[in-house]
C-alpha cells in the first residue's frame, strides 16, 4: 500500500497552513513528522487520513484518489490513532483497539473470535500485550501527535 500527496495545502480562515506538500509513503516505510507546536502536524495527519478535505492538492492511496473510498472501504484500509484521550471513561486499550474492527462488521454480525483474534494479533504484533486490559485514558502518548496506520 502507498500513500502520496501532490501539492497538498490546507487554509484556516485564508491563513496557509499546509502548503504545496508532496510526499510517497511507500508500504512498510515509516515516516515521522517533527515541527513546533502550531506548525500542522496534526493537520497533516488529519488530511493524509481523509478525515479533513485539503484546500488544494490531491491525496492518493495506492495510485487511486482518496476521495474515491467509500468511508467505509477507507476506514477497512487506514487507522488514524490520535494521541490524546478525552475520555476518563473506563474503556481498556482492548475495547479501543476492538474498535479497529467496526468497518469489518456488517449490520446486526456478533462479535465473535474471528473479530477478536484481529485484537489479540495487533496487541503481539506491536508488542504490547502487557497493556491489553489497561485503562486507555492511563495510557502514554508519548511525545507524538498520533499515527496513521496502512493495511489490515
Not at 513546533?36 to 479533513?52: A, I, Q, V
Not at 494479533?121 to 501527535?145: C, E, I, R
Request: glycine share 8%.
Amino acid at each position: 500500500m502507498k500513500l502520496t500527496t501532490q501539492n497538498l495545502s490546507f487554509s484556516v480562515a485564508k491563513r496557509p497552513l499546509i502548503h504545496k506538500v508532496s510526499l510517497q509513503i511507500e508500504e512498510g516505510e515509516k515516516v515521522g513528522l517533527i515541527g513546533p507546536n502550531g506548525s500542522g502536524k496534526s493537520t497533516l495527519l488529519r488530511l493524509l487520513s481523509g478525515l479533513t478535505k485539503p484546500s488544494h492538492g490531491q491525496i492518493f492511496l495506492d495510485d487511486l484518489p482518496l476521495r474515491h473510498y467509500s468511508r467505509r472501504h477507507l476506514a477497512q484500509l487506514m487507522s488514524f490513532v490520535q494521541q490524546k484521550s478525552n475520555t476518563e471513561d473506563r474503556i481498556r486499550a482492548e475495547d479501543v483497539v476492538a474498535l479497529g474492527r467496526t468497518p469489518w462488521l456488517r449490520p446486526f454480525e456478533r462479535w465473535d473470535e474471528k473479530h477478536q483474534s484481529f485484537v489479540t494479533d495487533a496487541f503481539h504484533q506491536v508488542g504490547m500485550w502487557h497493556k491489553y486490559d489497561q485503562l486507555w485514558h492511563t495510557l502514554s502518548g508519548g511525545n507524538n501527535n498520533g499515527c496513521i496506520l496502512l493495511g489490515h
